[in-house]
């Protein structure tokens, strides 16, 4: 035999270029887990750089609890506790959140009758009711008759739970504005890890109100979902983190931070 034959180069399955790409498909990128941020793990998880690295669109907020963050078309906007909405940088740092790279092909439905937040839950549950037992994310756009959302104040160390901090969160109620819903349903077996159900964040198209919404309507809206099937985690490296009881049940807290302002 010749002693110099070569042997037959295995091409990979993916090639090398693609394989993030193709990774980050369908996948919802986590930053932090929730339980952490009601104890009050403020600190950054990864900077806006490497969060929207395979990602364009999502939720959650910034180092310090600094406002409500909305992720779209690739950008970082923050909703403030003074009512403004500001563009951040790729150096800022993401606490929480959740992001996914959105495949905008899909179809588009009309969603009509959104009468108040229960409405719109409502209407989304057909895109749901098959499988629960995974993630969905949605862009919802249109002429909104009210909009109802809230942002907190940045917080200082040592920081307090996100209990105490809903105490003092800002309101603001919209009228007769047109911009996106994004947001996020996690299955319930995640609870503790993420808010199972859905998780509503709201963005002007003109880039000037936002945040955490707590009430809605709408004549119709225009839809488009993503059912996601892989779920990337990364958690805090810091101190505080490590130390931190995550096992507790903080269901009801929880659900008491999410409603408005009693």
Same mark, same amino acid.
């Given at each position: 035999?010749?002693?110099?034959?070569?042997? $037959?180069?295995?091409?990979? =399955?993916?090639?090398?270029? /693609?394989?993030?790409?193709?990774?980050?498909? $369908?996948?919802?990128?986590?930053?932090?887990?929730?339980?952490?941020?009601?104890l009050g793990n403020f600190d950054k998880?990864?900077?806006?750089?490497?969060? =929207?690295?395979?990602?364009?669109?999502?939720?959650?907020?910034?180092?310090?609890?600094?406002?409500e963050a909305i992720f779209e078309d690739g950008v970082a906007y923050k909703a403030t506790a003074d009512g403004k909405v500001v563009t951040m940088k790729p150096e800022n740092r993401v606490a929480f959140g959740t992001v996914m790279k959105f495949d905008e092909k899909v179809p588009e439905v009309t969603l009509n009758g959104i009468n *108040?937040?229960?409405? =719109? $839950?409502?209407?989304?549950?057909?895109?749901?009711?098959?499988? $629960?037992?995974v993630f969905?994310?949605?862009?919802?756009?249109?002429? @909104?008759?009210?909009?109802?959302?809230? /942002?907190?104040?940045?917080?200082?160390?040592?920081?307090?739970?996100?209990?105490?901090?809903?105490?003092?969160?800002?309101? @603001?109620?919209?009228e007769n504005t047109y911009g996106s819903v994004i947001a996020v349903y996690c299955p319930a077996y995640v609870n503790g890890i993420n808010l199972?159900?859905?998780h @509503?964040?709201?963005?002007?198209?003109?880039?000037?109100?936002?945040?955490?919404?707590?009430?809605? /309507?709408? *004549?119709?809206?225009?839809?488009?979902?993503?059912?996601?099937e892989r779920f990337d985690l990364t958690l805090p490296q810091n101190p505080e983190f490590a130390e931190r009881n995550l096992c507790e049940d903080l269901s009801a807290k929880t659900a008491a931070v999410e409603g408005a302002k009693k």
């Amino acid at each position: 035999m010749n002693s110099q034959r070569k042997s $037959k180069k295995l091409l990979p =399955l993916i090639p090398q270029q /693609s394989k993030g790409e193709i990774f980050m498909l $369908k996948t919802l990128i986590q930053a932090s887990t929730l339980n952490a941020l009601m104890l009050g793990n403020f600190d950054k998880t990864v900077s806006v750089r490497d969060f =929207l690295h395979h990602a364009d669109t999502g939720i959650g907020t910034y180092t310090g609890l600094d406002g409500e963050a909305i992720f779209e078309d690739g950008v970082a906007y923050k909703a403030t506790a003074d009512g403004k909405v500001v563009t951040m940088k790729p150096e800022n740092r993401v606490a929480f959140g959740t992001v996914m790279k959105f495949d905008e092909k899909v179809p588009e439905v009309t969603l009509n009758g959104i009468n *108040d937040i229960e409405a =719109l $839950k409502e209407a989304l549950e057909p895109y749901v009711k098959d499988n $629960k037992n995974v993630f969905y994310m949605i862009k919802a756009k249109g002429v @909104f008759k009210t909009m109802h959302v809230r /942002s907190c104040f940045s917080c200082e160390k040592p920081y307090p739970t996100l209990s105490e901090v809903a105490k003092n969160q800002r309101e @603001f109620h919209f009228e007769n504005t047109y911009g996106s819903v994004i947001a996020v349903y996690c299955p319930a077996y995640v609870n503790g890890i993420n808010l199972p159900g859905w998780h @509503f964040h709201y963005l002007s198209g003109d880039k000037t109100q936002g945040g955490h919404i707590l009430g809605l /309507s709408a *004549d119709s809206l225009n839809m488009k979902i993503n059912k996601i099937e892989r779920f990337d985690l990364t958690l805090p490296q810091n101190p505080e983190f490590a130390e931190r009881n995550l096992c507790e049940d903080l269901s009801a807290k929880t659900a008491a931070v999410e409603g408005a302002k009693k």
